[in-house]
């Protein structure tokens, strides 16, 4: 197989999946759509617990310190929190869904404010579901690195059933976020092609406590308690391995 064709796969799995959850989503009532992103939310919570739980993991605490850790984490969200907001990295992914909307709408007659922000909600949620998270970092560099694409295989199977959910209540927008993860394991498969290495145990343990926090905001969005900016969060991605690889080395 080539590199790449977990990607391919993942990207095939979340169109099928919105095919299917947006054929189902007309059946259902508001209500029960509701019910099933509310389901989404904290299935999503609980996943974000799983990774964030990676903070205790003695690897990193060796690496870098027992304290440092969740210091770490802290400041990778600052940091990162820093970068994105005057990047405007979450403006920019909500102004693009609603590009991508309009243009659709425009082939279909138009569409109201409503359904306008359903799209865009539908695609900033998805996109940062299926774009943060370990499986996507490692199983897209194990892909470029050619030792197999299983964990986006596993990844894509994930994504799938949770286009479904998602479509069921957020509709099209689901279907717009393959351009995002495109770019984004497209881009990490590429970096493991040239690279030629994986991250050191440490630092994997830093991407995904910090990526496990992020969803935490996730599950917030979807059970609607607070519209956290999440996606001004994501340079926290990149700053947690590289402050967690300086600090090791300078211990």
């Not at 909307?101 to 996109?127: H, K, Y």
Request: charged fraction near 10%; hydrophobic fraction near 55%; include cysteine.
């Amino acid at each position: 197989m080539f590199p790449g064709i977990g990607t391919v796969v993942n990207i095939a799995a979340i169109l099928v999946g919105t095919s299917v959850g947006v054929l189902l989503g007309h059946r259902l009532s508001q209500r029960t759509r509701d019910v099933v992103t509310d389901a989404l939310g904290l299935v999503t919570l609980l996943i974000a617990a799983a990774a964030a739980a990676s903070i205790a993991d003695r690897g990193w605490s060796a690496a870098v310190g027992d304290s440092a850790p969740m210091l770490i984490v802290l400041g990778s969200l600052v940091v990162g929190g820093i970068t994105g907001s005057a990047l405007r990295i979450e403006e920019r992914l909500e102004g693009f869904g609603g590009w991508l909307q309009r243009r659709l709408a425009s082939r279909s007659g138009g569409a109201g404010g409503t359904d306008r922000q359903r799209f865009i909600e539908g695609f900033v949620t998805s996109s940062l579901v299926f774009c943060v998270g370990p499986l996507t970092v490692l199983g897209s560099l194990n892909d470029g690195l050619g030792k197999g694409a299983d964990q986006l295989y596993l990844k894509a199977a994930l994504d799938g059933f949770a286009a479904i959910a998602f479509a069921a209540s957020l509709g099209w927008g689901v279907a717009a976020s393959v351009v995002a993860l495109a770019v984004v394991q497209g881009s990490l498969t590429a970096v493991g092609a040239v690279l030629g290495d994986i991250l050191p145990a440490a630092q994997v343990a830093a991407l995904t406590a910090t990526g496990g926090l992020m969803l935490v905001g996730v599950a917030l969005r979807l059970l609607r308690i607070r519209q956290i900016p999440v996606g001004d969060l994501l340079p926290g991605l990149v700053v947690a391995p590289v402050v967690t690889g300086i600090v090791a080395a300078l211990r």
